[in-house]
């Protein structure tokens, strides 16, 4: 699985970035999770809003700081 979270370092992206980080945590899930902070990667991504997130190359959310329960629903119905 490849996870990443889209922000230039806002709060919310902050947010997103530990939310993210977290849920993986809980879940169990031994996959890295990529900060991508490069506003050229974000436009090439097609990101219009952060914080974003992206797994396996397609975006799940986005201009919306995650908690950490909705990021363990997304990722739950991925696995």
Not at 32 to 39: F, G, L, T
Not at 72 to 79: G, P, T, V, Y
């Amino acid at each position: 699985m490849h996870i990443q979270v889209f922000g230039t370092g806002c709060a919310p992206c902050r947010l997103t970035l530990h939310n993210v980080e977290q849920a993986v945590r809980e879940i169990g899930l031994n996959t890295p999770v990529e900060h991508v902070n490069r506003i050229q990667e974000m436009i090439e991504a097609g990101v219009t809003g952060t914080p974003a997130l992206a797994i396996d190359d397609e975006m799940v959310s986005m201009g919306k700081a995650l908690s950490v329960a909705e990021v363990k629903a997304i990722l739950s119905a991925r696995i």
